[in-house]
C-alpha cells in the first residue's frame, strides 16, 4: 500500500473505480483540525490532491485508507512559495483551494494570481482582510459601517495612551468594540461597556505591530452567512445561521442555529449583494464567509468577512442543513459534476429542521469535577452529535477565543428551535463545576 505521507502520487485505488477519476489536481494549502472531512469529498470524487502543510492533522486510519492513495502530503508550509512552485510543476496541479485556514489566504492570492489559477485575487482578499480598508469600502458604496477610529501600532507597550483613550471617549463613547485592524476571528477582540474597559486592553502581542480599531458596538442579531460567487459574479448561498457570543467582554461564537432565517436574509442578500459588486472581478469564483449583526430597523453591518471557506463546524452544518461548499467547487471551478440540489441563485438553503450546535462554553471560570447527564432518554434522542472532550480537572469558563473550541460540542435537532437551545443547555448543566 503506498503512504499517503511520502511524496508520491499514488494510482487511483481499484476498490473504487465506480467513481470516474477527474482529471483535475487540487492544492490545498493548510491542513488544520477538521480538514480531512472535506479532503475526503474531494478524494472520494476522484480527485487528486496535493496538500502543503508542514503538520497536517489527519488521521492514521485515513492515511492508510484506499481514499489517500490519491493524497500527497508535502511537508512544507504554503508561505514556501519555491516549495509551491515545484509542487505545481511536479504534480500538474490545474486549481487550489485553502481550507479553513486564514493565513493561507493571503498566498492563496499571490498564487492564483502568479499562475492564472481560479480563485479569488490579492486585492479582494487585502481588502477583507484589513479592517480599516474594508470599513472604506463600506462607506463608499454607502453599506452600513459602524463608526470607527483608527489607532496606530503599540509602541510603548500594549495598551492604548492616555490621548487615545480621550479620543474614545470624544469620538465614540461607549459601548465600543476595541480589535486588531487586521487577520480574522476573535483574538483580541474585546467589547468595553465603559472606560474603565479600555483602558484595562491590552493587544496581543502577535497584533501589536499592526493597527487597532476601535467601533460602535451594534445592537443587534449576529449571522454567521456564506456563499460563493461564481464567475459570472452570481452569489450561491451555502447557508445563514444566528449566533449565541460569549459572556462579555468576549466576541467569542458559543453557539451556531439552525432554522428557516428567510426574514433575515431579505435584508442580508442585498448587502452582500453589493459587497460582491464593490468588490468586483477580483471576488469572482470565490467563498465568503460573513459575520454581520442585522438590527432591528433591519440594517445589516457587517462586521467580519473573508475570502475563504467557513470554520470547519460552520461548514458541518452547511453540509447536513445546507449545501456543501465542496459540491460548488466541484461543480464551478473544477467542471468535474452537475449539481442536482443546487439552490437558484438569490434564494437560502431551507433546512429540514432545526438544530443548535453548542460548544462546551461556561459562564463563569471554574473546574470539571466531573459528568451526570440529566437528559432524559426522550432529550437525548435529540442529541445528534456529541463531542465532549473535557475532564475532571479541567478549568473552563466562556470562550476567549477560537482555541476553546477544542473542548468539544454538541448538535441538538428538534422541530422547535427554542426546545433544541434548552436540550442544549441542560446538556452543559450535566457537568458539574467547583468555582
Do not use: W
Amino acid at each position: 500500500m503506498c503512504n499517503a505521507q511520502q511524496e508520491k502520487l499514488c494510482p487511483y485505488p481499484s476498490d473504487t473505480t465506480s467513481v470516474t477519476p477527474s482529471p483535475s489536481v487540487v492544492l490545498i494549502l493548510g491542513l488544520g483540525a477538521g480538514s480531512q472531512a472535506f479532503i475526503e469529498e474531494l478524494l472520494t470524487r476522484g480527485i487528486k490532491v496535493v496538500a502543503l502543510d508542514q503538520a497536517p492533522q489527519l488521521t492514521p486510519e485515513f492515511l492508510a485508507s484506499p481514499l489517500a492513495r490519491n493524497l500527497t502530503l508535502l511537508p512544507h508550509d504554503f508561505s514556501d512559495l519555491t516549495a509551491v512552485a515545484d509542487a505545481i510543476a511536479r504534480y500538474h496541479v490545474t486549481h487550489t483551494l485553502a481550507l479553513p485556514v486564514g493565513r493561507s489566504l493571503i498566498y492563496l492570492g499571490q498564487i492564483n494570481e502568479r499562475y492564472n489559477f481560479i480563485g479569488p485575487r490579492t486585492q479582494a482578499i487585502d481588502t477583507c482582510t484589513d479592517k480599516h480598508k474594508f470599513h472604506q469600502l463600506l462607506k463608499q458604496h454607502d453599506l452600513s459601517a459602524p463608526r470607527q477610529i483608527v489607532l496606530g501600532a503599540r509602541t510603548h507597550g500594549l495598551g492604548l495612551n492616555p490621548n487615545e483613550l480621550t479620543r474614545a471617549h470624544q469620538e465614540l463613547g461607549f459601548p465600543l468594540v476595541v480589535k486588531p485592524a487586521c487577520g480574522s476571528g476573535s483574538q483580541g477582540v474585546r467589547y468595553c461597556a465603559q472606560a474603565e474597559d479600555l483602558a484595562s486592553y491590552c493587544v496581543p502581542e502577535r497584533f501589536a505591530a499592526g493597527e487597532l480599531l476601535l467601533e460602535q458596538a451594534i445592537d443587534g442579531t449576529e449571522y454567521s452567512t456564506n456563499f460563493f460567487v461564481d464567475a459570472q459574479c452570481a452569489i450561491h448561498m451555502l447557508g445563514i445561521f444566528a449566533k449565541e457570543m460569549s459572556a462579555l467582554p468576549y466576541r467569542q461564537e458559543v453557539a451556531y442555529f439552525v432554522a428557516n432565517y428567510e426574514q433575515a436574509f431579505a435584508h442580508i442578500y442585498p448587502a452582500i449583494t453589493r459587497l460582491v459588486a464593490a468588490l468586483g472581478s477580483a471576488s469572482h469564483n470565490s467563498f465568503f464567509q460573513c459575520d454581520l449583526i442585522l438590527t432591528a430597523e433591519g440594517s445589516a453591518y457587517m462586521i467580519d468577512v473573508s475570502l475563504r471557506l467557513a470554520g470547519n463546524d460552520v461548514i458541518l452544518l452547511e453540509q447536513k442543513y445546507g449545501i456543501s461548499p465542496i459540491k460548488l467547487f466541484v461543480h464551478h471551478i473544477l467542471k468535474h459534476e452537475p449539481l442536482d440540489d443546487l439552490v437558484p441563485t438569490g434564494t437560502l438553503p431551507k433546512p429540514h429542521t432545526c438544530a443548535v450546535m453548542r460548544f462546551l462554553s461556561f459562564s463563569c471560570p471554574a473546574t470539571v469535577t466531573g459528568f451526570k447527564s440529566k437528559l432524559t432518554d426522550e432529550e437525548r434522542s435529540h442529541l445528534i452529535i456529541e463531542q465532549n472532550h473535557l475532564k475532571v480537572g479541567d478549568q473552563v469558563g466562556p470562550l476567549r477565543d477560537g482555541s476553546g473550541i477544542k473542548h468539544g460540542m454538541i448538535l441538538v435537532e428538534h422541530e422547535e428551535l427554542a426546545e433544541a437551545n434548552r436540550i442544549s443547555q441542560r446538556y452543559l448543566d450535566s457537568f458539574e463545576l467547583q468555582a
